[in-house]
């Protein structure tokens, strides 16, 4: 699929693009639709400001501990050893900083991480993945796959996947891994939206509901798993669809309203922020 321009919005609105010919009125993918849902100037400082974030060492390492993931399944079924994966730490790291060597400011500053825990920490991690399934054992169809499909409204989705199995019997498991802890019972279907966003795309897109939705927090070894139905992914498309309206009225508004909640410990922005005292910086001019 070939995207001429893609849609992100402006001050003008509506937003509008051509992807593979089709007239879209913006697009979405999971973070960005959780970071709207979680706090709308958030989204306005991610996607409108684009406003530079530091890396967080938490992040970096769900990165890496993904990628190896990733490459694991590369070494014949045998070789998916905890020993292998934990090899490939290193290696990953050190592509990764070669791709961004901002990322090394991680380790230098008034509080700089220590490099041989943290790489310890990717490696702990990769030893709770054992702990949860035996790669050796499995053949995934897909790893790491970007998937994306325009919506009736004209809304494109589109994200990453990080695993697709494909059974004998045709039945499809959607997987994603985090590498942080499980939420608690009450944000369960909070986590879950994400899964259903890709089982949406993947329905439209390929024309089979996927069999089961699959979350495996490697923080505490802990797998949520979700079977979902068309009831529910008719509901996640008309909830996208909602949201994307509230985008573009805010967009169109030039209203961007703080949610406080215990997410704001980890956002970069706080300073610009009025719901901490600040001030954000003046929208961005309109794109032409
Ligand atoms: S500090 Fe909290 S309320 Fe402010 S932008 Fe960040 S997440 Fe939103």
Same mark, same amino acid.
């Given at each position: 699929m070939t995207t001429e321009l893609l849609p992100e919005p402006t001050q003008e609105h509506p937003v509008r693009a051509l992807v593979d010919g089709t007239d879209v009125i913006g697009s979405l993918s999971p973070s960005r639709a959780a970071d709207f849902m979680s706090c709308p100037l958030l989204y306005r400082f991610r996607v409108i400001d684009k406003l530079p974030e530091p890396p967080s060492p938490a992040a970096v390492r769900g990165t890496v501990v993904h990628n190896v993931l990733e490459r694991?399944? !590369?070494?014949p079924a045998a070789e998916r050893t905890l020993e292998v994966a934990s090899q490939l730490v290193r290696p990953e790291w050190d592509r990764l900083l070669a791709t961004d +060597? !901002?990322?090394?400011?991680?380790?230098?500053?008034? !509080? +700089?991480? !220590?490099l041989t825990a943290w790489l310890a920490e990717c490696r702990a991690l990769l030893g709770t993945y054992f702990a949860l399934e035996d790669p050796r054992r499995l053949e995934p169809a897909e790893r790491e796959v970007y998937v994306e499909h325009v919506l009736s409204s004209k809304l494109l989705l589109r994200g990453y996947v990080d695993r697709v199995d494909v059974a004998a019997t045709g039945q499809v498991r959607v997987v994603d891994y985090k590498t942080g802890r499980s939420p608690g019972p009450a944000f369960e279907a909070k986590a879950m939206f994400q899964m259903k966003f890709y089982a949406l795309v993947l329905w439209r897109s390929r024309g089979a509901i996927p069999t089961l939705l699959q979350l495996m927090y490697l923080g505490n070894a802990e797998i949520l798993r979700y079977t979902p139905d068309e009831a529910d992914l008719l509901a996640t498309e008309r909830k996208l669809d909602a949201l994307w309206l509230a985008i573009a009225r805010a967009t169109e508004s030039g209203t961007w309203l703080p949610r406080r909640s215990p997410l704001c410990g980890w956002c970069s922005h706080q300073a610009l922020c009025p719901a901490w005292g600040g001030t954000p910086p003046p929208l961005p001019a309109p794109t032409p």
């Amino acid at each position: 699929m070939t995207t001429e321009l893609l849609p992100e919005p402006t001050q003008e609105h509506p937003v509008r693009a051509l992807v593979d010919g089709t007239d879209v009125i913006g697009s979405l993918s999971p973070s960005r639709a959780a970071d709207f849902m979680s706090c709308p100037l958030l989204y306005r400082f991610r996607v409108i400001d684009k406003l530079p974030e530091p890396p967080s060492p938490a992040a970096v390492r769900g990165t890496v501990v993904h990628n190896v993931l990733e490459r694991l399944f !590369d070494n014949p079924a045998a070789e998916r050893t905890l020993e292998v994966a934990s090899q490939l730490v290193r290696p990953e790291w050190d592509r990764l900083l070669a791709t961004d +060597p !901002d990322l090394s400011a991680m380790f230098e500053g008034e !509080d +700089p991480v !220590d490099l041989t825990a943290w790489l310890a920490e990717c490696r702990a991690l990769l030893g709770t993945y054992f702990a949860l399934e035996d790669p050796r054992r499995l053949e995934p169809a897909e790893r790491e796959v970007y998937v994306e499909h325009v919506l009736s409204s004209k809304l494109l989705l589109r994200g990453y996947v990080d695993r697709v199995d494909v059974a004998a019997t045709g039945q499809v498991r959607v997987v994603d891994y985090k590498t942080g802890r499980s939420p608690g019972p009450a944000f369960e279907a909070k986590a879950m939206f994400q899964m259903k966003f890709y089982a949406l795309v993947l329905w439209r897109s390929r024309g089979a509901i996927p069999t089961l939705l699959q979350l495996m927090y490697l923080g505490n070894a802990e797998i949520l798993r979700y079977t979902p139905d068309e009831a529910d992914l008719l509901a996640t498309e008309r909830k996208l669809d909602a949201l994307w309206l509230a985008i573009a009225r805010a967009t169109e508004s030039g209203t961007w309203l703080p949610r406080r909640s215990p997410l704001c410990g980890w956002c970069s922005h706080q300073a610009l922020c009025p719901a901490w005292g600040g001030t954000p910086p003046p929208l961005p001019a309109p794109t032409p």
